[in-house]
């Protein structure tokens, strides 16, 4: 619970500064940037060399790697056949195809299922969401971005990005089992959980709720995938297609219903992928997914 008031809390303050007449009104991109270069290398270098490879995590890996692979050929269709520009494809892949498994998914997954429920949700978030974001995330930030990049530019660009090299390095450590002095653990630990509360107000200095804004049909889209179509493919697919039972499909399926990943919308905004967009669907489908998770929890418990 303490997670969610931070969550809401973090939000409204973002909005409220949007009316303090002496606080920058680009500030937002300097939060965004902090979020980029410092906090998620930070938590790349903690998590990501304690991970244990092994079949367990194919299950709940599927929701994050499947699920933004999903999101991608679902929004590039329709935006190739609307002619939707890029950048709103971008922008809609970002926020549509990647989870909060972990700011808002931790605590409702202990809420429901309790400490062993939550082993499974970090298997979905940390070699699940978050190394799905560092890489195939940038990837489609930077494709989507401005102009047509050759390939080398992107692979440059991808290259250069701090939470990619943060992450291959720490995918070294995993594949020859090193690990960094406990006391640069807990730095990058304490650095790296800033990443919420200071993306949460970036968010909310871009968040504006204009009811003649052209973005409310594309939002009705974007969240209609996330929080529905989505995790009933993973519903299709785990219980129906693979007949899996358990724990740790009933978590992964709930957390493939999770709102959309605040990182995610952070990485389409400092890409100039539509930030207004991208705020508003975290903005709003963050509570909206309060409502729809409820839903997804009766109907696991009535299958």
Known sequence: MENIILLFLCLILGVALQKVPQFPKNAYQSLNQYVIYISLPAMALYYIPKITISLALLYPLGIAWLGFGLSFLFFYALGTY????????????LTGG?????????PIIEA?????????????????SFVVVTTLGILVAASFSRGNLSTSE??????????F?????????????????????????????????VALVAVGLQLKIDTRSKHWRFLTLGLLFKLILMPAFFFLLYKIVLNGKGLEIDVSIMESAMAP?????????????????????????????????????WVLSSF
Do not use: H
């Open 82 to 93: 609307f002619k939707w520009s890029k950048k709103l494809i971008g922008c809609l892949i």
């Open 98 to 106: 990647l989870s909060n498994t972990s700011f808002v998914g931790f």
């Open 112 to 128: 429901l299922f309790g400490t062993e429920g939550l082993k499974t949700a970090i298997i979905v978030d940390q070699p699940g």
């Open 154 to 163: 992107i692979v440059l660009k991808i290259v250069k990005f701090p939470p």
């Open 165 to 197: 090299i943060a992450f291959t390095i720490a995918l070294c450590c995993t594949l020859f089992s090193l690990e960094f002095p406990e006391s640069l653990q807990n730095s990058f630990l304490r650095i790296g959980n800033t990443v919420t509360p």
């Open 261 to 297: 990943m605040i990182t995610g919308a952070i990485l389409a905004s400092n890409y100039g992928l539509k930030p207004k967009l991208s705020s508003m669907m975290i903005g709003i489908g963050i509570p909206l997914s309060l409502v729809t998770i409820a839903f997804w929890y």
